[in-house]
Every structure is written in C-alpha cells, then in structure tokens.
C-alpha cells in the first residue's frame, strides 16, 4: 500500500475507529464490558486500580465489572502458581490468591442499593 492510499484514507480510517468505539460502548451497556486480560504483572497492576475505581462505585454495573476483573487476576495468579517452581514464588502467588478470593467473595455478597 502506498503513503497516497494512507493517507487519502485518513476520513475511513476515522470513521471505522468510530464505528468500533460505538460498538464497545454498546457492548457496553448490554453485557457489561469484558474484564481487560491479565497476562502479567504490570496487567495485573492495572487490574488492581481498575478494580478499587469500580469498587467504590455504587452502581451495580460496576460492581459487576469489579468482580469479573477479580476473577481474572485470580485466574492469571492459578496460572502463574502452576507454571513457577520456585518456592517463595509459589508461596507469594499463593498468598496473593488467598487475599483475590477473599474479595471475590466479598464483592459478590456485598448487596446493590437496590436491594436494600
């Protein structure tokens, strides 16, 4: 492809970005956004904010998000417990896990608004 296909294309590019960005909100609001992967600990970093933002939240659209991310750090953290052979690794990662299992289960019984 040549620089003068690039570049006379910029207004469909834009318009395919806007497309996509309509789509993922409308995902959105329908199913809830999926939980970003956590391969790594720099994922798993960002992860964590993500969670304590949607936490705090009083919507339950976002507590939601907050426990679907919550499973994903615990399933990156069953993943990288099983891959590793050094033991004080193994120890942390199942310590960390523990502490992700608790909040899962918190989380998942702490009661909407709208139950109450």
């Known amino acids: 492809m040549s620089a003068a296909t690039l570049i006379g294309s910029g207004p469909v590019i834009g318009l395919i970005a806007a497309v996509g960005a309509m789509w993922i909100r409308l995902t959105e609001l329908y199913r ?9 600990e720099h994922t798993c970093a960002l992860a964590v904010a993500r969670i304590e933002h949607l936490a705090g939240s009083p919507d ?10 919550v499973i994903a750090v615990m399933g990156w953290l069953r993943r990288d417990l099983a891959d590793s052979h050094d033991p004080s690794h193994r120890i942390a990662r199942a310590s960390a896990l523990e502490r992700w299992e608790l909040a899962a289960e918190q989380l998942r019984q702490t009661p909407s608004p709208a139950q109450h």
């Open 32 to 40: 809830g956004p999926r939980p970003r992967p956590v391969v790594d």
């Open 60 to 69: 339950p659209a976002d507590q939601a998000a907050a426990y679907r991310t």
